[in-house]
């Protein structure tokens, strides 16, 4: 499709000639001869150029610049001056035209700031469009990652914010659940409406209806004032339950009556609250083992996962480690007032070996910590704490020379890997199990049964 040009002209004569000549070099032009009807004929269809004589009958060609560009911010201008008028050349550009040309002119001399013009205005457009492809490669809203995990991940939440579906979050502990949870409450419809959070786990027992649904005045000792509790709070907007995966099962059985009825009354009250909340859970456990052996209540499994999200573990999309890295100078320095600008390439080298058991948040803490520490505009290794500097002298697994046992030596052999990655996770059971690909118990069994001092390698 040929590009349109616009030809704003009072002269006729020039009219028909660029007219003429710009047909000639394959443009589509169209003229009107002063600049109101050219303000009206942008606004209409889209122009690539606007060739826009200055002296017009009614508003000059000067005034009539910065409307044009209202109307239509990537019509090019290019305004046609007469002889011995520069300084009006000059005002024009000024005001926001891309080039001038003096009459009498030629042709020549038209047709290459008329072609450069355009050739300007196609890379300026095709910069935008790769900003935009980058930005919705690159992040959603807080959360970066260019991993094809992490894209997936911003597919499904970009699908589900337009309804209001209940959303398990899966994932490690810092992998940024909460992260995608906040973007979906912050891009829903409930987004002016409030995001309560509430932990499954850190409820004592005893307060945990209290917390859940409020409580009267003097419903019972310390009650001494009405309270809300969270759904209550979190009424027409999100209620992000955290950490299900660690409820008791006498508040599995209460969060589930309430996502049944959607209604409650509070602790000492009789009156009965109708609520409307967009429900979403986030678990670093596997629900349907828990379920399995009994530990999750199976149908407030089934109406929790809805739609689930999983997010992999870090060690699992380590292309996002750059990025992150970036997001967290960026933070850092602007808390700390600092203006470290990057890692050396050993610093880098580092963290794309090591296996963060802690993931996204392991990452943060480290960044964090390294622009402490750093006292030039670059991280080096000596900013990272030692057990990251010498992963890469860390020992190899040592087999011995002979085998005289089979079973002794694979024991052997899996005695240190174990003991390995529990100095990663620092003693922390739960943590290394992922990381060796085996169930919490089964680790916990190979653990007794290798006679592994884990309290030694909690002490370091
Ligand atoms: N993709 C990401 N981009 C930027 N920051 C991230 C990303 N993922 C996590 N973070 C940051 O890492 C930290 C941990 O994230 P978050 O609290 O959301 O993790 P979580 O999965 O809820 O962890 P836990 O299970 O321990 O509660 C936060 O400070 C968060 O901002
Ligand atoms: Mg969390």
Request: with cysteine.
């Amino acid at each position: 499709m040929s590009e349109k040009i616009l030809i704003v002209d009072d002269d006729s004569n020039m009219r028909f000639f660029l007219e003429e000549a710009t047909r000639k070099l394959g443009y589509e032009p169209h003229a009107v001869a002063d600049a109101e009807s050219a303000i009206e004929e942008v606004g209409k269809k889209r122009y690539s150029l606007v060739l826009l004589d200055v002296r017009l009958p009614g508003m000059s060609g000067l005034d009539a610049i910065p409307l044009i560009r209202e109307a239509d911010s990537d019509a090019m201008i290019i305004v046609i001056t007469a002889h011995g008028t520069k300084g009006l050349a000059i005002d024009a550009v000024r005001a926001g035209a891309y080039d001038y040309f003096t009459k009498p002119f030629k042709m020549d001399e038209m047709s290459v700031v008329v072609a450069r013009a355009l050739e300007k205005r196609k890379l300026q457009q095709d910069v935008r469009k790769l900003e935009t492809k980058l930005r919705r490669q690159c992040s959603f809203d807080d959360i970066v990652g260019t991993s094809s995990a992490m894209q997936q991940v911003f597919e499904l939440i970009q699908k589900v914010v337009e309804t209001d579906v209940t959303v398990l979050v899966c994932g490690e502990s810092g992998t940024g659940k909460e992260l995608i949870a906040q973007a979906i409450h912050n891009h829903s419809a409930r987004r002016d409406n409030p995001f309560v959070k509430l932990n499954c786990v850190a409820i004592p027992e005893g307060l945990l209806e209290s917390e859940l649904f409020g409580h009267e005045k003097g419903s019972f000792t310390g009650a001494v004032q009405r309270k809300s509790g969270k759904f209550e709070l979190a009424n027409d907007g999100t209620i992000f339950l955290d950490e299900i995966g660690d409820m008791s099962l006498a508040t599995q059985a209460k969060i589930l009556r309430v996502l049944q009825e959607k209604e409650f009354e509070r602790v000492g009250g009789t009156e009965t609250i109708g609520i409307d909340v967009r429900v979403i859970a986030a678990t670093n456990k596997d629900l349907a083992q828990a379920v399995e052996e009994g530990e999750f209540r199976e149908d407030l499994y089934f109406r929790l996962n809805v739609f689930s999200i999983v997010v992999p573990p870090l060690r699992e999309r380590k292309e996002d480690i750059p990025l992150l890295v970036d997001a967290f100078l960026d933070h850092a320095n602007d808390e700390m007032g600092r203006t470290v600008d990057g890692v050396s390439g050993e610093v880098m080298d580092l963290l794309q070996m090591y296996h963060w058991p802690g993931n996204v948040r392991e990452l943060e803490n480290c960044i964090y910590r390294a622009v402490v520490m750093a006292d030039s505009d670059i991280v080096t290794p000596s900013c990272l704490p030692l057990y990251l500097q010498s992963i890469a002298e860390s020992p190899k697994y040592t087999l011995p020379d002979e085998v005289e046992s089979l079973d002794d030596t694979l024991a052997d052999v899996e005695k240190q890997i174990i003991v390995d990655t529990l100095h990663r996770t620092g003693g922390v059971q739960s943590k290394a199990a992922p990381l060796l690909g085996v169930s919490e118990r089964s680790l916990w069994h190979r653990v007794k049964k290798l006679d592994i001092d884990v309290e030694r390698i909690k002490a370091g």
